[in-house]
């Protein structure tokens, strides 16, 4: 099966200082819906596990924390934080540590917190999650005009050079974040994987701005070996404790916190929280190793990508992997040419429906890189990731998908009809026994390394 050139990911993925929205084509068949509350890049072992759900306080210590947590907020937040229990998200354990959300809200309350963040309002803001996960946003923040001078000074590391100051105020009143596919994962970290979400949340506040997990090695490579050079090779921080498990540490890059905490004083409607900015730094962090910048929203360039924009495919696939441990393989369904425009589809249509569907069947949420032409690069192929998180068929016959966009300005899902979105998606995220009933796979990191390294020779 053919391979998408190294180049032509870059070409579709580049998104620095490019704003990219879900919809480039007017006349596009979105609208919004009505909110309720090929190759594989890595593996995990599970893509589900066991979780506790229950919608009543069982224990004197269950009882204890709400009662605390309700009598800190007020009615608006106390009313979600009661929507949260009986929808059975309060109690979920589904956590690296088996806590629960409960126990997670209950430490943002009582234990200390960043010294710039405020422990009521994070938790307004996680109660925000739990009532309507579509509040999670990639729209970036401003910078107040008390805090430029400075956050400019860390940009330019304090050069006087009046160009250099120029260019750091024309981006910070200009910027548009790339960090799409990180805003998709964090998604789909809350809403399949609830309570470790808010335990990373806790985490992330902490005065140490991090947070510890435990991962199977299985769930990068079916080779240790592999999976350890994985590991390494994304310069992620880790410690091993034998050949099956090693513990990871994840962190945000060092100025996330400083947006994190004009956030929490400064923050204006729709954009990023003080969770979301903390949040998407940790798996930009992660996929560009430890290479992002949140102030400038810019990742160095490595061994897979020449761009400093969002994350490319695989990159994405490794976040998901290590935060989420779930069986996920990378699938591409276009081909683009060398020039950055769409040359054919490696399957039909109706095949690749079909997958998503299916794996909509088992459960899960879809991440998916869509594409269309840029008018304003040569009509290459610019890109964008959502997620897709439903599936139905209208009156009229048409199907469609149910969607989640982090840049659509839009705190609710939207929906895409099938005619519309499915020429346009460049690859999914999907489980490996889906995505390899019709191909044997190779892990699409090694061909990216291979593909650059045949470029080095080259030229």
């Not at 470790?196 to 991962?215: A, C, H, Q, Y």
């Not at 890059?253 to 004083?265: E, G, L, S, V």
């Not at 009509?379 to 959502?386: F, Y």
């Not at 895409?416 to 979105?421: G, I, S, V």
Request: aromatic share 8%.
């Amino acid at each position: 099966m053919a391979s998408v050139d190294l180049q032509n990911i870059n070409n579709v993925y580049y998104t620095g200082g490019v704003k990219l929205k879900a919809q480039p084509d007017k006349n596009a068949p979105v609208s919004s819906a009505v909110s309720n509350e090929n190759k594989t890049s890595f593996k995990a072992s599970a893509y589900t596990s066991a979780v506790t759900v229950r919608t009543s306080l069982a224990t004197k210590d269950e009882r204890k924390k709400y009662e605390e947590l309700s009598n800190e907020l007020h009615l608006n937040y106390r009313k979600k934080l009661e929507f949260a229990l009986k929808s059975g998200l309060l109690l979920k354990n589904n956590s690296n540590d088996k806590s629960t959300v409960l126990d997670n809200l209950y430490k943002i309350l009582k234990e200390e917190r960043d010294p710039g963040l405020d422990n009521i309002k994070i938790l307004e803001e996680c109660l925000d999650i739990l009532a309507n996960p579509y509040v999670i946003t990639q729209t970036c923040e401003d910078i107040p005009d008390q805090y430029k001078r400075q956050v400019i000074g860390l940009i330019t590391n304090l050069s006087e050079d009046p160009k250099k100051i120029a260019e750091a105020k024309w981006e910070l009143d200009n910027m548009h974040t790339g960090t799409c596919p990180a805003a998709s994962i964090e998604f789909d970290l809350a809403t399949k994987h609830t309570a470790e979400f808010f335990r990373m949340v806790e985490g992330l506040t902490s005065p140490k701005n991090e947070v510890v997990k435990t991962i199977k090695m299985d769930s990068l490579s079916e080779k240790s070996s592999e999976a350890i050079w994985l590991l390494n090779k994304f310069k992620t921080p880790y410690m091993m404790h034998n050949f099956d498990n090693a513990t990871v540490l994840l962190k945000p890059d060092k100025d996330a916190i400083i947006r994190a905490r004009i956030q929490n004083h400064h923050r204006d409607p729709g954009e990023r929280s003080m969770i979301d900015v903390l949040m998407q730094s940790t798996l930009m962090q992660l996929g560009s190793q430890q290479t992002y910048n949140s102030l400038t929203d810019k990742r160095a360039p490595n061994a897979w990508t020449q761009e400093d924009g969002g994350l490319i495919d695989f990159e994405k696939t490794y976040v998901e992997s290590v935060v989420e441990d779930k069986n996920t393989t990378s699938v591409i369904y276009q081909i683009v040419d060398e020039n950055g425009r769409l040359k054919g589809y490696e399957k039909d249509f109706g095949t690749i429906k079909k997958e998503l569907l299916d794996t909509l069947k088992m459960g899960h949420n879809i991440i998916i890189g869509y594409t269309w032409p840029d008018p304003e690069n040569d009509n290459k192929l610019a890109g964008h990731e959502i997620t897709i998180v439903g599936y139905k068929v209208n009156p009229d016959g048409k199907g469609v998908f149910i969607c989640q966009d982090s840049d659509d300005d839009v705190a609710a899902p939207i929906e895409m009809t099938e005619e519309y979105l499915l020429p346009k998606i460049h690859h999914a995220g999907l489980p490996d026994s889906i995505a390899s009933k019709d191909f044997e796979y190779e892990d699409s990191w090694k061909i990216g390394l291979d593909e650059f390294q045949n470029m080095r020779k080259s030229a």
